[in-house]
């Protein structure tokens, strides 16, 4: 019964449907995007743990962080303790330092019984500890890529690393590697689809629905940045495997779809209420499989863990929800 409904509103629809689901992947595809910028780093702590309770109370106690989120590596001429080229680079460095509301201590050369310990042996470097108030952690990361600027201004040759510098990198090119591995993998995809369906148009269809499912499980982790923190590693999941789900889903489809043409003597709104009682039950049923797998990660208390259960089973029914809700439509509309 709803294998007909769905048919007949495909045929019905062929061209409306289509482009409604254009219009609502550009959508997704404008917010979703803005999900990277919301994106939180690993994330491999217990909350629950002893260390993470242990954190909380001297951040309580202190107001600062428990250590150091930010380095700067200061090199000059030795001895750097007394050289004024390199006691100014310091100063500068530190100025703009103690001039942002995020940090809480900061400690050089001149801190009374660690001095000494954050120069080289050779005198020829110095190190700048650099602790932040607590805040979370895609507020620390932001201030910590300014605080980079700043610093490599004021202070040349200053290298500026640490934990928090770390995690913002590692969002930065998570955002880059991804988008590069879907521009590498979908030519990929669509010669792999040509010379599996030996048509140019029916090639295009399983990239085609996976860059859609990818797209709306971007807007469903964005909407969940809205109420949780989601860890970089959900991004990761998402696309490989969105593209992957989306593919094998539309490849069955689309093959179970020309089979029934066949028998059917053309007539699409028969072939496509077959497809949808038999590929149609198959991608529904491992949708919810692999939805229900990845979802029992939400249990666990790490951030990471979590994300990716979240951002698994979020992309399992995006693909599920294209394969069955578009693509239908634009099978009766190619023909």
């Not at 050089?108 to 120069?119: K, N, R």
């Not at 201004?153 to 770390?166: F, K, N, S, W």
């Amino acid at each position: 019964m709803i294998a007909a409904r769905l048919a007949r509103a495909a045929t019905r629809h062929r061209v409306a449907l289509p482009l409604a689901t254009l219009l609502a992947a550009l959508a997704c595809g404008g917010v979703g995007v803005t999900v990277f910028s919301r994106l939180q780093p690993f994330g491999g702590t217990n909350p629950g743990s002893s260390s993470a309770r242990t954190e909380d109370a001297i951040q309580r106690a202190t107001g600062a962080q428990a250590s150091p989120g930010l380095s700067v590596l200061l090199r000059g001429r030795p001895p750097i303790a007394s050289d004024p080229a390199s006691l100014a680079r310091l100063a500068a460095a530190e100025r703009v330092l103690h001039a942002d509301r995020l940090v809480a201590l900061v400690q050089d050369l001149h801190t009374p019984g660690l001095g000494p310990q954050l120069v080289s042996r050779a005198g020829d470097a110095t190190l700048i500890y650099v602790t932040f108030r607590p805040r979370n952690d895609r507020a620390l990361q932001d201030d910590a890529s300014v605080l980079r600027g700043r610093i490599e201004r004021v202070a040349p040759g200053a290298l500026v690393g640490g934990l928090t510098i770390a995690n913002a990198d590692a969002n930065h090119f998570v955002e880059h590697d991804l988008l590069r591995a879907e521009l590498m993998a979908v030519p990929v995809i669509v010669l792999l689809a040509f010379l599996f369906f030996r048509s140019l148009v029916a090639a295009l269809i399983p990239p085609l629905v996976g860059v859609l499912s990818v797209l709306l499980t971007l807007l469903g982790l964005r909407l969940a940045t809205q109420v949780t923190d989601v860890s970089v590693y959900a991004v990761n999941i998402s696309t490989g495997l969105g593209l992957g789900l989306a593919i094998d889903y539309s490849l069955l489809f689309v093959s179970r779809y020309r089979e029934e043409r066949t028998r059917n003597g053309g007539d699409v709104e028969l072939a496509l209420r077959a497809t949808l009682s038999t590929a149609g039950r198959t991608v529904l049923i491992s949708s919810l499989t692999v939805t229900a797998a990845l979802a029992s990660l939400l249990i666990f208390p790490e951030r990471f863990l979590y994300s990716m259960g979240l951002g698994g089973a979020i992309v399992a029914a995006s693909a599920a929800t294209v394969t069955l809700a578009a693509l239908p439509a634009l099978l009766a509309a190619l023909g």
